[in-house]
């Protein structure tokens, strides 16, 4: 076991800081602040669900070719070429028709998964075992910060002017030069390699499974609410301010939750807290279909976030318990169900919801969180 007192905690911060900067523009921005923006420009439920699956499909080549790029180049510059694709991206947007509209939507997925399995593999080879998950859970909130920041900077700023564009870029921006400034080592510590194996390749395979389990539900919901909800909110007639508001509320709960969900993975086991949150996915996303005083919803919100932020969080916590020595390949694994399950979400819920209503949103999701619910309980007696 590694030594606390030899990891380098240092690097560790700068690559947390790195990645929380970019998050804001490659995700707060152009994931969750640009479907709204999209749909004060005219864009209607069909459009808008195609615009967001371009998004999560650019990410795929980027997470399957980002390991071995960062094996041949070095994770310093894949991370970098997914910055630069992402600023083209965001330059692109504004002025796009239709048509580059999608390109310019691939472009920014492209970037975005450089990013992400360039350093976050790299991140948690160097953390000991024992606290993954807590380390997870605390990657996971500082990254969370993103869709609090980019709605709260552009409804103050202007949702539908240039600026998030320029939030976008500008925040990116910092997260590369402070990758270039910060001179850390791109090599794996040679401490790392006397972590000890996981129990048996029946225990790995049990875990992976489950961690596809959890990418696959979690990458349906996510997308289908980031690039749906603006038009659930104007089903309930809230304004473009409101619905901001309502998604700062929602980023909250992904921020503070997530410590708690890798907390419980660590005390009580990834199934027991794969429940946890499926239980509390379906409840919420109940009470959202119903009228609510407006401080009830807002509670609503904040606990969804917590929940649905959490299915990657755990997907993630599987990806390295399952096999410490294949630690990339299983997070490109699993962020690639997790992005191509997305790029499904949010087709299947705009078609939904111009066929029935902007409430069929939060059914799909809670089904969704079901259909994972019932996994969980008979893996759990399957497996015991």
Not at 78 to 104: D, H
Not at 194 to 221: E, F, K, N
Request: hydrophobic letters at 55%; proline letters at 5%; glycine letters at 12%.
């Amino acid at each position: 076991m590694i030594s606390p007192s030899r990891t380098d905690w240092r690097t560790i911060g700068i690559l947390i800081a790195v990645s929380a900067l970019a998050q804001v523009g490659q995700f707060g921005i152009v994931f969750i602040v640009l479907p709204l923006w999209l749909t004060e420009r005219g864009l209607d439920a069909a459009q808008l669900g195609l615009f967001n699956s371009m998004l999560w499909l650019g990410m795929l080549p980027g997470q399957f070719f980002a390991p071995r790029l960062s094996v041949r180049f070095g994770p310093h510059k894949v991370a970098q070429a997914g910055f630069c694709a992402s600023i083209a991206a965001l330059m692109l947007i504004p002025i796009a028709g239709k048509g580059l509209l999608l390109l310019a939507a691939a472009l920014a997925g492209l970037g975005l998964g450089l990013r992400w399995i360039s350093l976050e593999p790299w991140l948690y080879r160097m953390t000991p075992t024992k606290i993954r998950g807590r380390l997870v859970g605390v990657t996971e909130t500082v990254i969370g910060l993103s869709p609090i920041i980019a709605p709260a900077l552009t409804g103050w700023l202007g949702v539908t002017t240039r600026a998030p564009f320029w939030l976008g870029i500008g925040f990116i921006a910092c997260a590369a030069l402070l990758l270039a400034g910060s001179r850390v080592a791109s090599v794996e510590p040679k401490t790392q390699a006397v972590q000890p194996p996981p129990a048996s390749p029946g225990a790995r395979d049990r875990v992976l499974i489950l961690g596809v389990a959890l990418a696959l539900t979690g990458g349906v919901i996510d997308a289908a609410f980031n690039g749906l909800f603006p038009l659930f909110g104007a089903g309930r007639h809230f304004s473009a301010g409101q619905i901001a508001a309502l998604l700062s509320v929602f980023g909250m709960g992904g921020l503070l939750l997530q410590y708690v969900i890798g907390w419980l993975s660590d005390h009580r086991g990834l199934n027991h807290a794969t429940l946890v949150v499926a239980i509390g996915t379906l409840l919420m996303c109940g009470l959202l279909t119903l009228p609510l005083a407006p401080v009830v919803f807002y509670s609503a919100m904040f606990m969804l976030g917590g929940c649905i932020t959490a299915y990657l969080t755990l997907a993630i916590v599987a990806a390295t318990t399952a096999s410490s020595r294949t630690l990339a390949i299983n997070v490109s694994r699993i962020t690639m169900t997790y992005t191509a399950s997305a790029a499904c979400g949010p087709l299947l819920a705009g078609g939904m919801m111009h066929a029935l209503g902007s409430d069929t949103l939060m059914w799909q999701m809670g089904g969704m969180a079901a259909l994972l619910c019932l996994f969980a309980l008979g893996a759990k007696r399957r497996w015991a």
